[in-house]
């Protein structure tokens, strides 16, 4: 399989190659040149595969000439074995026809740990065989950077470098970072917020020389395995909801539009689906341009649902690419215009076609906070903020109640506290049995100045496990 820059100008790449990049050359994003497409008969036979099984059939032409079966198929056994549900991915009932598909059940609680337990497996497989190590930085808000060193503290050939801002993450947040031990790992909390760490992780994407010839590798969303890992689990519901005969819809929490494009690429390799509703928070950009064809930059808010505060989402760009005709030129100077002046329309034809698959809510702290009363009222369920933005957009901007509606629960509620409690629910939540004693550990975190500079130094004195590169 190869893959192409959204922008048309950076080398095509395989997928090892993919792997190990981030941003492509040209400032775009890297896609599947061909979208491999499934028959009907395919899918249909797949019904009651165990989740890694399903994992191989989906994923296998994405890897294809890079990595061989066997081996893939054993790092994906690998891969879901740590998911402490024995069904990986399941789905519960909320009422007649909706769903709720727990992607909570990994190491870190969120549904993070579905992409980066496999990337960090991939990572140092592909490593292994070149003979290669390689450092990562990245920045996270909260769920990210747990989910990144859970996936590579065991990596042999990664030294992984996570940036928070200081005192303003989460206390289970932090915890789930700062009590990961290992020589590879290296917490760093920035004296800034976090669009000070994010511009410090694409500032030293720019400039490498701190890392002396050693390749920097990106964890966020941009990273394609990223997404490739999200496709499986719309197939994985839809099987149980007798897909492929039967349509299914989705709502999906969404911040950087990574999770939901994932939902379309399923589409349009054969999975029926009948709707994806982008569900967001105040942070609107997306609604805004679903509702009304303006992609607009507005000011942040901090929400009840942090993981979903973003001014502008990285992964729509590989959106447009397909809504233009994957004409990289067009997009280029899409993105151009948009880096000018803050905002563009597209066609409204183009818009209508898109408008057919997609649609979209806002919703509000205090609406959040009123789903997660109604539905622990009703069912006893107590949902996290993320997923309760998914169910209220659901309800609200659900095309037809024949077709199964089918919710992402992105994170387990004890991760987002202050939101359950402002909702009233008064029942105790209890962290899982692995993170049990998470309160007890010992933390370990090193205090930055929010200075490129000494981030840069930090890196280069301890990038080779622990030690100077
Ligand atoms: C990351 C995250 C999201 C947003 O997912 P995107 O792929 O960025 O759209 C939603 N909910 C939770 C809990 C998350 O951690």
């Not at 790092?75 to 998911?83: M, S």
Request: hydrophobic share 40%.
């Amino acid at each position: 399989m190869r893959y192409i820059s959204t922008r048309g100008q950076a080398p095509a790449l395989n997928f090892e190659d993919v792997l190990l990049t981030g941003l492509a050359s040209d400032g775009g994003l890297y896609v599947p040149e061909n979208l491999p497409r499934f028959t009907q008969e395919e899918i249909a036979s797949w019904a009651g595969l165990p989740y890694h099984e399903l994992a191989f059939r989906v994923m296998r032409p994405f890897v294809a000439g890079s990595i061989p079966d066997a081996d893939f198929k054993k790092i994906l056994e690998e891969t879901y074995a740590v998911f402490a549900h024995s069904s990986v991915a399941p789905l519960r009932q909320l009422n007649g026809n909706e769903w709720v598909l727990e992607l909570f059940h990994g190491p870190t609680l969120a549904f993070k740990d579905f992409a980066l337990q496999l990337l960090g497996r991939l990572l140092d497989y592909v490593l292994a065989k070149r003979g290669e190590r390689v450092v990562i930085i990245g920045a996270t808000s909260g769920d990210t950077g747990s989910a990144a060193i859970e996936g590579c503290r065991k990596c042999d050939n990664v030294d992984i470098f996570i940036l928070h801002p200081h005192n303003r993450v989460s206390d289970v947040q932090r915890r789930q970072m700062t009590t990961i031990f290992g020589d590879n790992i290296h917490n760093i909390a920035v004296e800034g917020n976090f669009d000070d760490c994010q511009e410090m992780v694409k500032n030293s994407f720019a400039d490498q020389s701190f890392l002396k010839g050693t390749r920097l590798v990106a964890v966020n969303s941009i990273n394609w395995a990223r997404i490739m890992a999200q496709i499986v689990y719309y197939f994985h519901a839809s099987l149980q909801l007798g897909g492929p005969a039967r349509s299914v819809s989705f709502s999906v929490p969404t911040g950087n539009f990574g999770d939901i494009f994932a939902g379309y690429l399923a589409r349009n390799m054969g999975l029926p689906i009948n709707q994806l509703i982008v569900a967001t928070n105040r942070n609107d950009i997306l609604h805004r341009f679903m509702s009304g064809n303006q992609y607009v930059k507005e000011t942040l808010y901090a929400t009840l649902s942090p993981s979903m505060d973003i001014m502008v989402s990285s992964n729509f760009e590989r959106l447009l690419f397909d809504m233009h005709g994957r004409n990289g030129a067009t997009l280029a100077g899409l993105m151009d215009s948009f880096k000018q002046g803050g905002g563009f329309s597209v066609d409204e034809e183009r818009w209508t076609e898109t408008r057919k698959l997609f649609d979209s809510l806002a919703v509000s702290d205090a609406e959040t906070c009123e789903t997660i009363a109604d539905v622990f009222a009703k069912t006893g369920e107590v949902l996290d903020p993320h997923t309760a933005i998914g169910v209220k957009a659901a309800r609200a901007c659900r095309r037809s109640l024949d077709t199964p509606m089918v919710i992402l629960g992105t994170a387990h509620p004890v991760k987002f506290p202050e939101a359950v409690e402002k909702a009233g629910v008064g029942k105790a939540l209890e962290l899982p049995a692995h993170l049990s004693d998470l309160f007890e550990r010992d933390e370990r975190c090193t205090v930055l100045p929010n200075d490129l500079k000494a981030i840069q130094a930090f890196v280069s004195q301890h990038g080779n496990r622990g030690k100077p590169l």
